[in-house]
């Protein structure tokens, strides 16, 4: 049992990469803003479609994680 | 241990009832919520519909905002030649803001079945597809998996089973991950403290999800059709 917790912790470690990956989409959709706010619709827009995408990546950790635990 | 046998119970999809045709039909309890929502919508249909008049009372010209509103956007995205899609993507839209709204009122919410939103994926992902034979006809369309090169198209194929996967594992995969941790902190913490997150967890992430899950829909159907 305890292999596995490790293992499924392993898999959630990809969520690091998605905290990075939204971390510097919003550091350069605040930058955007404050430079041409007039802009902040269409940021807002992109913004929330890219931190969907690189938030994916840390689903499907949590999903590979949550498979490790029922199936192992 | 009783912790974790206690999420264990929560991650599984419950058989709400067994309808007692050909040895037993199970039915989840996702679709007996998705029933409840169904009879909710129609319920504000039958509501907000009723007498239409040409100069709008208060309470149509409200609904008049909102239904002009959500056209705009995905009118913004799709253009005039994906207008006749925009019903759909609406209801859908409705359906999962309700869906995941629903555990404020102590149901399960639908879109935590894995099945729910697998099939909601399939659903998208066949009409994705399918904007992009209407626009440009089959020939076309199989012409449109070697742009922009032709040794491209093994991966273009790959995409076509890649985005509903994505579609479906982002909105199962939210869902799941902010009911696991309200039941933690409900277990951990059951006074006050589970609040603020349930804001955050049932309302603000659940809105997010839907949104993302149409937008992308659309966006995909734009590229399709360009």
Known sequence: MSLVALGAGIAVLSGIGAGIGIGIATSGATDAIARQPEATGEINKTLLLGCALAESTAIYGLVVAIIIMFVL | MSLSEKLMEELVSKTAFTIPLFGGIPVQESVVVTWGI???VI???????????????????????????????????????????????????????????????GLTPPTK?????????????????YSGIRKKGFKGFIKSFTEPVPFIAPLNVLEVFIRPLSLCMRLFGNILGGFVIMELLKIVAPILVPIPFSFYFDVFDGLIQMYV??????????????
């Not at chain 2, 959500?70 to 859908?92: M, S």
């Not at chain 2, 869906?99 to 404020?104: H, T």
């Open chain 2, 43 to 105: 319920l504000l249909c039958l509501i907000f519909v009723r007498n239409l008049k040409l100069v709008p009372t208060r309470k149509q010209a409200c609904i008049e905002t909102a239904v002009g509103g959500v056209y705009r956007f995905f009118h913004g995205i799709l253009g005039d030649e994906g207008k006749g899609y925009i019903p759909y993507l609406a209801t859908v839209g409705i359906y999962l803001g309700l869906s995941n709204l629903s555990g404020l009122v």
């Open chain 2, 113 to 129: 079945d894995i099945n729910v939103t697998a099939g909601l994926a399939v659903m998208s992902i066949v009409l994705i597809e």
């Open chain 2, 213 to 226: 899950f149409v937008f992308l829909t659309a966006i995909f159907m734009k590229e399709l059709m360009d």
């Open chain 2, 38 to 40: 169904m009879a909710f």
